[in-house]
């Protein structure tokens, strides 16, 4: 995946929206997957109550995707791609990266790369990451089955983490907004998008391998990956 430079507008925005998580911040301031790791849930679940840099950064994240059914698609875009630009960098300092290689090369090594790559969400879990999002009604269907995109996730998992695909979605829904913008005016013809799908089918394993070798992550990951639909959704693809 490419992670494109974003322009001004962007940068503005993150920066308004870092100043306000820190303004936030100073008054006062997931539900597992199918495969997971229970005996971690306790710390990890300790160390998110610490960090409010990340549970502000989320709570941003939730609402702007909300925001894309609204009536300022383009901007919740926008807005969306402004905190997943914190939110990597922020994983990535905590050594985010770093600890999903360990843990997905120890599930590799106990139960084979074949079986990692056949992982599933439970049915529960996807349900309930799809109302935090507001994107119930939309009945957005699970990604089909593709080995060669899972693969092609997976390897870029091992050699430089998770976060890099939180910012190739930044870049996408950038690229996006413009055609949300005219989605508002007139309605965007369906149409075939291989490489938006390809992304979104990497996604959502993305997705599902950052929640369930460290749960703390399903909800920014979910984040991301509803934003991306959403967007692919209203924009004909």
């Known amino acids: 995946m490419q992670v494109k430079e974003y322009g001004g507008q962007d940068r503005a925005l993150a920066r308004r929206r870092f100043l306000g998580s820190a303004v936030a911040l100073g008054a006062g301031a997931a539900i597992g997957a199918t495969v997971s790791f229970p005996s971690l849930d306790a710390p990890l679940a300790a160390a998110s109550r610490q960090?409010?840099?990340h549970d502000e950064l989320i709570r941003q994240l939730t609402q702007s995707v909300r925001a894309l059914?609204?009536?300022?698609?383009?901007?919740?875009a926008r807005s969306t791609a402004a905190t997943l630009r914190l939110l990597a960098p922020h994983y990535h300092a905590s050594g985010v990266d770093a600890d999903v290689q360990?843990?997905?090369?120890?599930a590799i090594a106990r139960d084979g790369r074949d079986a990692v790559l056949r992982w599933q969400a439970s049915a529960a879990r996807?349900?309930?990451?799809?109302?935090?999002?507001?994107v119930v009604d939309?009945?957005?269907?699970g990604e089909p089955f593709n080995l060669p995109e899972r693969e092609r996730a997976l390897d870029a998992?091992?050699?430089?983490?998770v976060t890099p695909a939180l910012l190739a979605v930044a870049a996408e829904l950038s690229r996006l907004a413009p055609d949300l913008d005219r989605a508002t005016v007139t309605p965007i013809t369906r149409r075939q998008c291989p490489?938006?799908?390809?992304?979104?089918?990497?996604?959502e394993f993305v997705a599902l391998a950052a929640a369930s070798l460290k749960p703390i992550l399903g909800t920014g990951f979910d984040g991301a990956y509803?934003?991306?639909?959403?967007?692919?959704?209203?924009?004909?693809?």
């Open 195 to 203: 490489d938006a799908h390809g992304m979104a089918y990497g996604l």
């Open 51 to 53: 960090d409010l840099v």
């Open 157 to 161: 998992m091992l050699a430089r983490g």
């Open 226 to 237: 509803f934003g991306l639909r959403v967007s692919l959704w209203y924009t004909g693809c």
């Open 69 to 76: 059914r609204g009536a300022r698609p383009a901007e919740a």
């Open 138 to 141: 939309l009945a957005l269907p």
């Open 126 to 134: 996807r349900a309930a990451e799809a109302s935090r999002f507001g």
């Open 102 to 106: 360990k843990r997905l090369r120890a």
